[in-house]
């Protein structure tokens, strides 16, 4: 992946894949996608589905907004076993909610 823009065109394919009826996605990574952004990444976590065990999306050039979706996608995917985000252009204070949510979700290992 190249840009923020191949970040948007995959989670558009992502929307378009069959529901339960398919293959469930397990694992998921873009890590060291830097030009991907908050943009990219934000479209990506919004249309992975709730079957996801473990993202990564190491130095991705992801901001607050990102952390915001991860945060989301947590919320939304109780089957989410890790999540692996550092490297990353997160505030300290989002840094520590992310952080902050491997602790609060029993078997859910974040690194960020």
Same mark, same amino acid.
């Given at each position: ?24 996605? !397990? ?53 989410? !076993? ?12 989002? !840094? ?17």
């Amino acid at each position: 992946m190249e840009s923020e823009q191949d970040a948007l065109n995959l989670a558009t394919a992502m929307h378009g894949l069959p529901g339960q009826e398919g293959p469930t996605m !397990r694992s998921f990574s873009v890590s060291y996608n830097p030009d991907m952004n908050d943009t990219g990444a934000t479209a990506l976590m919004a249309a992975l589905p709730t079957s996801v065990t473990e993202i990564g999306m190491v130095g991705c050039g992801l901001g607050d907004a990102s952390g915001r979706a991860v945060l989301n996608l947590a919320d939304r995917s109780r089957a989410l !076993r890790m999540i692996c985000v550092e490297g990353n252009d997160f505030s300290a204070r989002m !840094r520590a909610e992310i952080s902050d949510m491997g602790g609060k979700r029993s078997g859910l290992l974040v690194v960020v």
